[in-house]
């Protein structure tokens, strides 16, 4: 069966903490990984996606993640992250969701 | 521009009764999808199109559930007979190319309650 993971359900940091959030994946076909990500009371928007080519993807806001084919997994990274990146992000494997992560940074 | 909308944005409805939700994607967009998002939950895939042919349903929770885009372009989600169960947010979201391997854009959501 087809499934995305995400492990952290809430994960809360101070600011300039660093950030990884995981996520795994059970799928028989070609994969195409995205994170979205949604901010208090706004629509969802894409974080950043991966194809194919370099597994090293970088997105908007300084957001990486990294795909690595062996572990199943397209973990979410960003250095140093601000108050501003409070939201609830999604990882995304062709049209299925995983549960979310809510990421709350404290000022 | 103008980005995906959803319409009505609020619905509230008696056990029992159809509701029809309306999805206008990006003018140009090939293909629609449509979600299910409970609280706390990350969206849950019902169905999409590809132009005006249904591609995949086999997210469709039951037969009370369908889902048409007869010109290619709006889409109607209709649930016929609603329980309390259905009672959760309704995204709509559309993608340029093909489904699958490209951005989705999403709408803000229809939210749906079954009283």
């Known amino acids: 069966a087809q499934s995305v993971s995400q492990h952290n359900h809430h994960v809360i940091l101070s600011e300039a903490a660093s950030l990884e959030l995981g996520c795994n994946y059970s799928?028989?076909?070609?994969?195409?990984l995205f994170w979205y990500v949604q901010y208090p009371g706004q629509h969802l928007q894409l974080l950043l996606k991966?194809?194919?080519?370099?597994?090293l993807v970088k997105g908007i806001k300084g957001f990486e993640a990294e795909f690595i084919k062996s572990k199943f997994s397209f973990n979410l990274r960003k250095p140093s992250v601000q108050w501003s990146d409070t939201a609830e992000y999604f990882c995304a494997v062709n049209m299925r969701f995983g549960a979310g992560t809510r990421l709350t940074v404290k000022p | 521009g103008a980005g995906v909308s959803q319409s009505p944005r609020y619905k509230v409805t008696k056990r029992g009764q159809d509701v029809a939700l309306r999805c206008d994607p990006i003018?140009?967009?090939?293909?629609l999808y449509w979600y299910r998002q409970a609280l706390g939950q990350g969206p849950e895939f019902l169905t999409y199109?590809?132009?005006?042919?249904?591609?995949?349903k086999s997210g469709l929770p039951n037969d009370r559930f369908s889902a048409e885009r007869p010109e290619g372009s709006i889409s109607t989600l209709t649930i016929q007979r609603t329980e309390q169960r259905d009672s959760a947010m309704y995204r709509c979201?559309?993608?340029?190319?093909?489904?699958?391997?490209?951005?989705?854009?999403f709408g803000p959501g229809t939210r749906l309650t079954v009283l």
């Open positions: 979201a559309s993608s340029l190319r093909l489904a699958g391997i490209n951005e989705q854009f």
């Open positions: 003018s140009g967009h090939v293909s």
């Open positions: 199109f590809n132009y005006e042919a249904q591609q995949d």
């Open positions: 991966y194809f194919s080519g370099d597994p």
């Open positions: 799928y028989g076909g070609t994969v195409n």
